[in-house]
């Protein structure tokens, strides 16, 4: 990927933005480009296609979410594309340039240390004190389906799906003190883990299709669905 910078996007929708289509090229099966902004003066990144995916055995663990609502302090903003737009009855707000051609998003805003508005919380205990609910849970954004689940290039040309506990879980407020996740790896990897990764891919399928790009996902979709448990 290269990475150039023409002009200035405010940061946490720019990161948000660059999250987003960091994850669209992760599974792309052909090059594309970005601008974040519609008239070129923001970020320009071109990212080149990815040749194979494949899943880490570290994949294959069962994590457990305590719902501890610590990743939902994060500021990230909510990005919502065209086939989220009816089910979330949201009308675009936002654009960038692919590869000459605008394309719309909604774009929620959300701040550091504030809670996601979607977050409700509960009175029942847990570890971690409290309890949050998602009102979206279930087709949440791809923007904050991933605080688990990650990739990383195996080489130039081939993209490694794993879950681990860094990158955006290491950086987690709760109540404006650093928490992380305490969800802890477990065995055996269940069915209601892999329904959960199934839909995460059929989600992240969908965002490639907004946006025409020829993705890996149905590969790693039926992987998913032949394991043996």
């Given amino acids: 990927m290269t990475y150039e910078t023409v002009g200035e996007v405010r940061q946490n929708l720019k990161d948000s933005l660059k999250h987003h289509f960091d994850l669209i090229a992760s599974v792309a099966k052909q090059d ?73 998003f909604w774009v929620g805003n959300s701040q550091k240390d504030k809670p996601c508005p979607n977050i409700y919380w509960t009175d029942e205990p847990n570890e971690c004190d409290s309890l949050s609910a998602c009102m979206i849970h279930g087709h949440h954004p791809a923007s904050c389906d991933t605080p688990i689940r990650r990739f990383r290039n195996k080489s130039e040309k081939i993209t490694v799906w794993t879950k681990q506990q860094r990158g955006r879980n290491s950086l987690c407020k709760y109540g404006g003190k650093k928490g992380g996740c305490p969800a802890k790896p477990s065995l055996p990897y269940t069915n209601a883990e892999r329904i959960d990764d199934v839909r995460f891919f059929e989600h992240l399928k969908a965002c490639c299709e907004d946006l025409g790009v020829d993705n890996w996902c149905n590969e790693l979709i039926t992987e998913l669905v032949v394991k043996e448990l």
Avoid: Q
């Avoid at 003066?41 to 194979?52: S, W």
């Avoid at 737009?85 to 654009?95: D, K, Q, W």
């Avoid at 692919?98 to 719309?104: A, D, S, V, W």
């Fill in 32 to 104: 594309f480009w970005i601008a974040y902004s519609a008239n070129h003066t923001g970020i320009y990144e071109h990212h080149t296609a990815r040749k194979g995916v494949e899943f880490s055995p570290n994949f294959f663990r069962n994590f457990s979410c305590t719902r501890c609502g610590n990743c939902c302090y994060m500021g990230i903003h909510l990005i919502l594309s065209k086939s989220d737009f009816s089910y979330f009855g949201a009308y675009p707000n936002h654009t960038v340039i692919m590869n000459g051609r605008t394309i719309p």
